[in-house]
């Protein structure tokens, strides 16, 4: 039998379902056919006497990951962090992977991750954020750029909404930096965080000419998350008072040991771990998977909560959007709802519907 820990997530939380008690309700994940009652009970049993490695978390730990593209990911995705402890996950208006042509799709894109995309995270008892903005690949489009700015100041004051994000530079060229500039304006005019985005090539300069550019522009660095730091980045960011925010990316980015030696170096404030999970290479549970490893590694339990919990709600609960009574007095889950007439399911498929969605709360909030 394969170990537990060699499980798909999705097929570990379809097993550890108590609803799952039946035939028809799980398939195998190397064949498809559907399980028997006797090969889930047995499935069950091992998975209770191997348990995977985010079980070993406290029981009641609760993560909030600050930085997860959800329109790329599936249901399966949603029920495994849910299992987890991921009790919320904050969207930022993202790059798709390939130019958008028109202002158009860009509304339909800023209108999914306000609206969708908050309804379906809702169905697996995971409240959604989002964050809005121009990305700085298509900042180079200046027709483009010069519609979504436009359109910009109705989105960022939808339900939901806690930042201006994600913004910064790409190839760092002038219009980036235009763009860039118009942003942070905004933020201030509309009194919201932002989310940087910093660049992929030549990070150590866009990060530092991104720090610049919102001094120059008087923004409070205390209102301000730089995003996807490294060890060339993490003390000028932490020096100027800004927000250090990782994410967990397999293969690039950072990974989830250098994070835990991070912690250690430079302690837990203004430090915030995410996954950045999206449509590549990516892992939706890194964020606790990095929690695991950093208990391992010796790391303290208030550490651990406030780089994976309660910084990222500090710095993006700001407006008022986020608050933790939104997951620790939560609405029942209903998949009976419709948003726009569309339900989750699909013909056949039994609704999950709840009274109460379990509380987490072994941990002190503050």
Same mark, same amino acid.
């Given at each position: 039998?394969?170990?537990?820990?060699d499980?798909?997530?999705?097929?570990?939380?379809?097993?550890?379902?108590? &609803?799952?008690?039946?035939?028809?309700s799980?398939s195998?994940p190397?064949?498809?056919?559907l399980?028997?009652?006797?090969?889930?009970?047995?499935?069950?049993?091992? $998975?209770?006497?191997?348990?995977?490695?985010?079980?070993?978390?406290?029981?009641?730990?609760?993560?909030?990951?600050?930085?997860?593209?959800?329109?790329?990911?599936?249901?399966? +995705?949603?029920?495994?962090?849910?299992?987890?402890?991921?009790?919320?996950?904050?969207?930022?208006?993202?790059w798709?992977?390939?130019p958008?042509?028109?202002?158009?799709?860009?509304?339909?894109?800023?209108?999914?991750?306000?609206?969708f995309?908050?309804?379906?995270?809702?169905?697996?008892?995971?409240?959604h954020?989002?964050?809005?903005?121009?990305?700085?690949?298509?900042?180079?489009?200046?027709?483009l750029?010069?519609?979504?700015?436009?359109i910009?100041? &109705?989105?960022a004051?939808?339900?939901?909404? %806690?930042?201006?994000?994600?913004? @910064?530079?790409?190839?760092?060229?002038?219009?980036?930096?235009?763009?860039?500039?118009?942003q942070?304006?905004?933020?201030?005019?509309?009194?919201?965080?932002i989310? %940087?985005?910093?660049?992929?090539r030549?990070?150590?300069?866009?990060?530092?000419?991104?720090? +610049?550019v919102?001094?120059?522009? @008087?923004f409070?660095?205390?209102?301000?998350?730089?995003?996807?730091?490294?060890?060339?980045t993490?003390?000028?960011?932490?020096?100027?008072?800004?927000?250090?925010?990782?994410?967990?990316y397999?293969?690039?980015?950072?990974?989830n040991?250098r994070?835990?030696?991070?912690?250690?170096?430079?302690?837990p404030?203004?430090?915030?771990?995410?996954s950045?999970?999206?449509? @590549? %290479?990516?892992?939706? $549970?890194?964020l606790?998977?990095?929690?695991?490893?950093?208990?391992?590694?010796?790391?303290s339990?208030?550490?651990? %909560?406030?780089?994976?919990?309660?910084?990222? $709600?500090?710095?993006?609960?700001?407006?008022?959007?986020?608050?933790?009574?939104?997951?620790?007095?939560?609405?029942?889950?209903?998949q009976?709802?419709?948003?726009?007439?569309?339900?989750?399911?699909?013909?056949?498929?039994?609704?999950?519907?709840?009274?109460?969605?379990?509380?987490?709360?072994?941990?002190?909030?503050?």
């Amino acid at each position: 039998m394969t170990p537990v820990n060699d499980w798909p997530q999705a097929f570990v939380c379809a097993v550890a379902d108590p &609803s799952s008690d039946k035939s028809g309700s799980v398939s195998c994940p190397c064949c498809g056919n559907l399980l028997s009652p006797e090969q889930i009970t047995s499935l069950k049993e091992q $998975l209770a006497a191997e348990p995977v490695p985010v079980a070993n978390l406290p029981p009641g730990t609760m993560f909030i990951d600050p930085h997860c593209h959800m329109i790329a990911r599936t249901t399966a +995705d949603y029920i495994a962090m849910a299992t987890a402890g991921i009790v919320a996950v904050i969207e930022p208006a993202f790059w798709l992977g390939q130019p958008r042509t028109n202002v158009g799709s860009y509304m339909d894109y800023l209108s999914h991750i306000v609206g969708f995309e908050r309804f379906r995270a809702g169905q697996f008892g995971i409240r959604h954020y989002c964050t809005v903005g121009l990305n700085s690949k298509e900042a180079n489009n200046p027709e483009l750029a010069e519609a979504v700015m436009e359109i910009l100041p &109705s989105f960022a004051a939808k339900d939901g909404v %806690v930042a201006i994000g994600e913004i @910064g530079y790409d190839d760092q060229t002038e219009l980036e930096d235009k763009y860039l500039r118009a942003q942070i304006e905004l933020a201030k005019e509309l009194d919201l965080p932002i989310m %940087v985005h910093t660049p992929h090539r030549d990070k150590k300069r866009g990060t530092i000419r991104t720090m +610049d550019v919102l001094y120059e522009h @008087g923004f409070d660095p205390t209102r301000c998350v730089i995003d996807h730091n490294n060890e060339d980045t993490v003390r000028d960011v932490l020096d100027r008072g800004f927000w250090a925010a990782f994410s967990i990316y397999p293969g690039t980015k950072m990974g989830n040991v250098r994070m835990a030696a991070l912690v250690h170096q430079y302690g837990p404030d203004r430090m915030i771990v995410d996954s950045a999970c999206d449509w @590549g %290479v990516s892992d939706p $549970l890194a964020l606790p998977k990095t929690a695991l490893l950093m208990r391992e590694r010796g790391v303290s339990h208030e550490a651990i %909560v406030k780089v994976t919990y309660r910084n990222a $709600l500090a710095v993006y609960g700001l407006n008022g959007e986020m608050k933790a009574s939104d997951w620790l007095d939560p609405i029942p889950i209903d998949q009976r709802a419709l948003y726009s007439g569309n339900s989750i399911l699909r013909g056949g498929q039994a609704p999950r519907v709840t009274d109460t969605v379990s509380k987490n709360t072994s941990l002190e909030i503050s």
